[in-house]
Nanobody, 118 residues
Framework: QVQLVESGGGLVQAGGSLRLSCAAS????????MGWYRQAPGKQRELVAR??????DYADPVKGRFTISRDNAKNTVTLQISSLKPEDTAVYYC?????????????WGQGTQVTVSS
């Protein structure tokens, strides 16, 4: 079982910045993927950015504004978000995947609210 604990959300004005962190209860070397998703009110959960298979994926709306990084020693993944827009308002979730015996297990954090005021 993998536990993910997010921190760093809050209320920020448009154009501002925030840093979200996700701490995993296991070594992130054991995970096949780890990153961030978000869900805005009335919308489906969507990928923001993640590490998977040796590459880094970003959703088009956040490219150039969001940066995902990892600290292997602390088992954390951080999302630096800048130039925030009101449409970035959402609950941001940390997600991780592990593969065991050919089966992929998916884990989610509890979510952290990011609210961007115009």
């Amino acid at each position: 079982q993998v536990q993910l604990v997010e921190s760093g959300g809050g209320l920020v004005q448009a154009g501002g910045s925030l840093r979200l962190s996700c701490a995993a209860s296991v070594s992130i070397f054991t995970l096949s993927a780890m990153g961030w998703y978000r869900q805005a009110p009335g919308k489906q959960r969507e990928l923001v950015a993640r590490f998977v298979g040796g590459r880094t994926d970003y959703a088009d709306p956040v490219k150039g504004r969001f940066t995902i990084s990892r600290d292997n020693a602390k088992n954390t993944v951080t999302l630096q978000i800048s130039s925030l827009k009101p449409e970035d308002t959402a609950v941001y979730y940390c997600e991780a995947e592990s593969v065991r015996y050919g089966s992929t297990q998916e884990y989610w954090g509890q979510g952290t609210q990011v609210t961007v005021s115009s």
